[in-house]
Structure formats: C-alpha cells, structure tokens
C-alpha cells in the first residue's frame, strides 16, 4: 500500500511545477512590456498635442502668408500705376513703406513657424522610431504569448493523462482501505469477542464460586445434620436399647447415613483460570458495563409503609443481614418518602427469585412487628 501511495505522489508531482512555470512565464512575458514612467504623458496623446499645435501654427502662417500676397499685390499694382505715372499721397507712401518695414519682421515669424513644425517633425519622427520599437516588442510578446499557449496545450494534455492515472491509482488505495476497513471491522469483532470471553470467564468463575459456596453450606449443614443425629441415636441406644431384643429392628443400631456432595459422574470440577481484576475492569469498560456481574439481572422492588419511619426502621432492620452470597448478589437498599425500594442484581434469574422471596419474608416479619409493637413503641417513647 505504501509503494501505491507513493507512486501516486509521483505521478502528481509531474505536474507540481506547472503552476510555478506557468506564473514565472507570465510574470517574465508582464515585466517585459513597455510601460510608461509616472507622470509622463502618452505617446499619443503627445502626438495629438503636437499635431494641434502644428496645425495651429501653419493657420498662423496661411494667414500671414495671405497678408503678405496680399501686400506685394499692393506693391506690383502701384508699381504699375507708378510707372503709369500717377502719382502717390504721401499718406499712402507712408503705409507702403510701413508695411515694406514689416516684412522682415514677417518672415522672422515665419522662419520661427518653419523651425517650429520641423521640430514638432522630427518629435514625430522620434515618436514613430519608439511606437515601431514597442510594436516590434510587441510582436515578440506575441509571439511569446503563441508559444505559452502551446505549452499550456501540452501542460493540459499531460495533466488530462495525470488525472486518469491518478483515478486509476486512487482505485487501487481504496481498494486498499476497503481490505482495511474489513480488517478493522474484524479486529474489532475478534476485541470485543475477546472482553466478553474475559467477562464471560469472571462470570463463570462467580457462578462457581457461588455453586460451591452453596455445596459448602449444603455439606455444613448436613454435617451439623449428621452430627447431631448420631448423638441422638447413641443416646436413644444407650438409654433403651439394653431393653429391646437385638431381632427386633436390625437398623436401630446403624449410624446416620453420611452424605457428600459431588460433580454428575462423568463430570469433573470445572476449572477456570485466574484472571486479574484489573484486567476484568478494563474489559468491562470496552464492552461498556457501567455496574454489576456481566450476564447480572436486575430487579427493584418498592414496598410502600404507613410512615416514612416505619421505612426506615424496615431498612435499618434488614441492612443488619447481608446476602448469603455476596459475590452472587447485590442488594441495594434506600428509602423514598414512606417507601422501601431494594434493588438486586443476581447472576440468575432463579437466584433472583429466591433471593427476592427471603427479602419479602423479612419485610412480612417486621411489618407484622411493626404493627403489634409499633404504636405502643412510640406512646412509650412521647
């Protein structure tokens, strides 16, 4: 799986530089365009302004120029009348002369007008060198921009083939997670059989423990049976069978039968090993048991009183006895208003019965005790 997941990181990796190329070409293709400085103006609108300017100048210079047709034809006409022979004012001579003074000051202006316009020629000469540069650049970037869309052609092309291997790589890893997930499901399956074999082992070393507890009282009590049976019999003996003919009952002599208790025959003790308590805890807490014997049964009982007193005097009377089987059963007593509520948990539902069966009889006892003792009790004690 591990060899899987690396050739998928590898096949991904083919492509994990395309973005960074992509984005250093654009960047490299952006920084190479012209751009203008802050603050200057355009080209073009350099251009317009020169071009309004010039226009402006040559109307300056067709008027001037038109003033100045216009005096020599002044000129050759009263140089006809002159050699026609009229004769001038002097106020018309001195017009004529005032604008033959003028003329020089007129091609000064016109002169400048000339300089002008070509140095606003020679600006668009320069401007038309710059924009052919920036067109010739700009038909590089172009061409640029051509190679950079095949290359991204080709990047996509190869992430097109990137992505079917990666799906087909992704489908083996989930093939590979869906084994895994079987395998947890079985590992979790094969724990928690395993806390309950280890609850269901304390469960069975309790009922055995229980069994044998009752075999022992059994074999105590029958030996306190027993016992006390042949003292009986040997005093009856000794007090009267001096006086009874020996035919007359064969038996009379024979001591008490002896009883043992003992495994079904072909059975044997059941043996369990020992497990340690921490252990069981723990299991219990994996499998989710908050209280009581794995496999325990529960029952609650509420037994209601005339008083709450008379509840709490049953209680502290029957608290005095604790359950023969400790081990096998657990009893919870507690007091609600005038209720008496006990709460058992047994390994069995017989054990259940029974154990429910001796706490109502006790519970009959002191209510029968109660109501003869009771009230009398209390006028004796105001």
Not at 4 to 17: C, E, N, V, Y
Not at 101 to 109: G, V
Not at 155 to 174: I, R, S, T
Request: glycine content about 4%; overall charge negative; proline content about 4%.
């Amino acid at each position: 799986m591990e060899k899987d997941r690396s050739r998928l990181d590898k096949i991904l990796g083919t492509t994990g530089d395309f973005p960074e190329r992509l984005i250093r070409t654009i960047n490299s293709i952006h920084s190479s365009l012209p751009a203008p400085e802050p603050g200057d103006r355009s080209v073009l609108k350099q251009t317009q302004d020169i071009v309004t300017s010039q226009e402006h100048i040559v109307t300056t210079m067709a008027g001037v120029l038109e003033n100045l047709a216009g005096h020599y034809d002044n000129m050759a006409g009263a140089l006809k009348d002159t050699e026609a022979g009229e004769a001038f004012s002097e106020e018309e001579l001195q017009v004529m002369n005032r604008d033959t003074e003028e003329l020089s000051t007129i091609m000064a202006e016109l002169e400048g007008n000339l300089l002008s316009i070509d140095g606003y020629h020679k600006q668009l000469v320069t401007h038309k060198d710059d924009l052919q540069k920036d067109l010739d650049h700009l038909s590089s970037v172009v061409y640029d921009l051509d190679e950079l869309a095949k290359i991204m052609d080709d990047m996509l092309v190869e992430q097109d083939n990137v992505d079917v291997e990666a799906g087909e790589q992704l489908n083996v890893l989930h093939h590979h997670l869906t084994v895994l997930d079987e395998l947890h499901a079985h590992y979790v399956s094969y724990r928690m059989a395993f806390n309950k074999l280890i609850l269901e082992m304390a469960r069975r070393r309790q009922y055995r423990e229980a069994a044998e507890n009752i075999v022992r009282g059994m074999m105590r009590q029958l030996e306190s049976m027993t016992e006390e049976e042949t003292h009986v019999r040997a005093h009856f003996n000794a007090e009267y069978g001096s006086h009874l003919p020996d035919d007359l009952c064969l038996c009379i002599s024979d001591p008490p039968t002896r009883w043992e208790v003992a495994p079904l025959d072909g059975t044997s003790p059941e043996v369990l090993p020992e497990i340690d308590r921490d252990i069981i805890a723990e299991a219990s807490e994996r499998v989710g048991y908050s209280e009581g014997p794995p496999g325990a049964e529960s029952l609650t009982v509420e037994i209601p009183f005339a008083s709450p007193k008379h509840a709490a005097i049953a209680r502290q009377v029957i608290e005095v006895d604790a359950e023969l089987q400790p081990q096998a059963v657990q009893r919870t007593l507690c007091v609600q208003d005038d209720k008496l509520i006990a709460t058992f948990r047994t390994l069995t539902v017989r054990l259940a019965r029974l154990t429910l069966n001796a706490f109502l009889e006790n519970v009959d006892l002191v209510v029968r005790t109660i109501e003869h003792f009771g009230k009398d009790a209390e006028e004796r004690t105001k």
